[in-house]
């Protein structure tokens, strides 16, 4: 069984990352008060499929704690997957950025007093903020794969696991935002993943993208688990 503790510093940081989640969505909501444009809707799905890897490692390290032996084993396998399908979701919303630049929204000011630069500045803003809640809840998932797989499986196979997900990473991160694949391609859509797949594998732009997203992926995990092992008192 979890601790009682553990338990407690969970909810703790679940209610913590929901509060943050929620801060994003009003966010969202000012910009369409002082815009009168409901603009960027689609930052609200994404930060909620950012959710889903962190969803899923809660529930696994739940299911595991509860467990013992081959059952422990049984349950940590589709966790494993299934967080390996989704957690691409988190560190996407990043390309959303894209809009930003081509000022998808900014066609006309709102307003006298808020002028067009004063707009692409709260969008960027805003932007800032989905991408980097979306991505620090994926890397506190990540967090949590890493630990209780480590208990599980052993250290090794716990960082084989990360790698190939920070590997992976990128290349679903550019699948998903110039092929439009969905994590739930890889279940109702094979056959055009694995097409996509092969003809993205042949072309450098999308290596190169793909390195890069995970190369991002890695250096900033690193430093959440530098933070995470640093052992601070609590204040």
Do not use: Q
Not at 204 to 233: D, E, N, Q, W
């Amino acid at each position: 069984m979890m601790e009682k503790g553990r338990r407690s510093e969970f909810f703790t940081l679940s209610v913590m990352l929901a509060l943050a989640a929620a801060g994003c969505f009003l966010l969202l909501a000012l910009r369409f008060a002082i815009s009168g444009r409901l603009a960027y809707r689609y930052l609200v799905l994404n930060l909620v499929l950012a959710m889903a890897p962190y969803i899923i490692a809660a529930a696994g390290l739940h299911l595991m704690a509860r467990a013992e032996g081959r059952r422990r084993t049984l349950i940590a396998i589709p966790t494993a997957v299934l967080w390996l399908v989704f957690y691409p979701n988190a560190p996407y919303i990043f390309t959303d950025f894209i809009h930003v630049i081509n000022r998808t929204y900014l066609r006309a000011a709102p307003s006298e007093w808020l002028g067009l630069n004063a707009l692409l500045w709260y969008d960027l803003l805003m932007n800032a903020a989905f991408a980097f809640i979306g991505h620090f809840i994926g890397l506190v998932s990540m967090w949590l794969v890493h630990t209780s797989f480590a208990e599980t499986w052993g250290r090794r196979a716990a960082r084989l696991l990360v790698g190939a997900a920070i590997l992976l990473s990128g290349f679903g991160i550019y699948l998903g935002r110039f092929s439009r694949l969905n994590s739930w391609d890889v279940l109702f859509a094979p056959i055009r993943v694995f097409s996509e797949v092969a003809e993205a594998t042949a072309d450098p732009k999308a290596i190169l993208f793909s390195v890069a997203f995970s190369l991002f992926i890695l250096l900033t995990y690193a430093a959440l688990a530098a933070f995470k092992r640093m052992g601070l008192p609590k204040s």
